[in-house]
């Protein structure tokens, strides 16, 4: 059980008020408005033991981390271009999933999809 602080709320009610995918300089940006005296650094420690406890989830797109309020299973489409980071659901026939068991020796317990391209914005 993760201990809940006025901080870790404010930063959890930020992601899940999101309807975007936020990079950790927007959840601060955004917690600073209900709490301008928090610091980057409890934001960032924060985001991380949030998404470690399976409260948000963590996606990392290249070089950028962004969290998302979804924690259920779906994919994402994302802007090769600006980043725009989008949920879609791509659900893989069963035969995929065998496939990658066979070939790795894994045993499959999830998958996450990210198709790349350009945004109705960058075309």
Same mark, same amino acid.
């Given at each position: ?6 901080? =870790?709320?404010?930063?959890? $009610? #930020? +992601?899940? @008020? ?5 990079? %950790? %300089?927007?959840?601060?940006? !955004? ?5 301008? @005296? +928090?610091?980057? #650094? ?5 985001? @991380?033991?949030?998404? $470690?406890? @399976?409260?948000? =989830? ?10 998302? !309020? !979804?924690?259920?299973? *779906?994919?994402? #489409?994302? &802007? =090769?271009? &600006?980043?725009?980071? +989008? ?8 035969? +995929?999933?065998? #496939? %990658? ?7 499959? %317990?999830? *998958? *996450? ?5 350009? &945004?109705?914005?960058?075309?």
């Amino acid at each position: 059980m993760i201990r809940q602080t006025k901080q =870790r709320q404010a930063i959890l $009610e #930020a +992601v899940e @008020g999101s309807h975007d995918h936020p990079t %950790a %300089a927007q959840v601060y940006d !955004r917690v600073r408005r209900v709490l301008p @005296g +928090v610091g980057f #650094a409890t934001v960032y420690r924060n985001l @991380g033991t949030l998404a $470690e406890g @399976g409260m948000i =989830r963590e996606i990392r797109v290249g070089e950028v981390t962004q969290y998302d !309020r !979804r924690t259920d299973r *779906h994919d994402h #489409a994302v &802007c =090769r271009r &600006c980043g725009k980071l +989008v949920d879609v659901m791509v659900p893989l026939p069963i035969e +995929v999933l065998q #496939a %990658a068991l066979e070939q790795s020796g894994f045993q499959v %317990a999830g *998958h *996450h999809t990210e198709v790349f391209g350009l &945004c109705s914005e960058c075309r």
